[in-house]
């Protein structure tokens, strides 16, 4: 057997339906769109999400919530485990934590440092913002917030 002997399965391909090519090719004339009627028209039928005339489900659904990214506030979030990392007595930013690699991207409107996990060191925190769960823990293992 050669490549050049090879053939498609019987009945594998069929050809295209060539409509409107006269009457003797059996879909001449009305080119198998019947008589009269929307769907003979030129340009006829309706749109993807037309039901028939009544309230379609795109708009039947209730729209919920709105998400303004023009106007959002984009932070740098840190947990309180990633100052861990860090000695007792050492100033934290947004840069230690760069330089670290605990922060690969430093978005525009800076760090804010959430209260989740546990904090060992007594570290000082330089950041935009804190949450009040992370000022309290931060305080109690012995260290300061500053807020730039």
């Known amino acids: 057997m050669y490549i050049h002997d090879l053939t498609n399965a019987e009945g594998a391909r069929t050809s295209s339906k ?5 009457i003797g090719s059996g879909t001449g004339k009305t080119s198998t769109r019947g008589h009269k009627g929307q769907w003979a028209r030129s340009g006829g039928g309706v749109r993807p999400n037309f039901e028939g005339g009544q309230m379609p489900l795109t708009r039947r659904i209730p729209k919920k919530g709105f998400n303004n990214k023009r106007f959002a506030h984009a932070y740098t979030v840190v947990n309180l485990d990633a100052f861990n990392a860090f000695e007792d007595g050492a100033t934290v930013g947004i840069e230690e934590l760069v330089e670290a690699g605990i922060v690969k991207v430093v978005e525009p409107y800076g ?33 300061k917030t500053e807020v730039l």
């Open 111 to 143: 760090l804010k440092v959430l209260g989740d996990g546990t904090l060992e060191k007594k570290v000082t925190v330089r950041a935009k913002k804190f949450s009040a769960a992370a000022v309290a823990k931060i305080e109690k293992a012995g260290g």
């Open 18 to 22: 060539r409509v409107g090519r006269g």
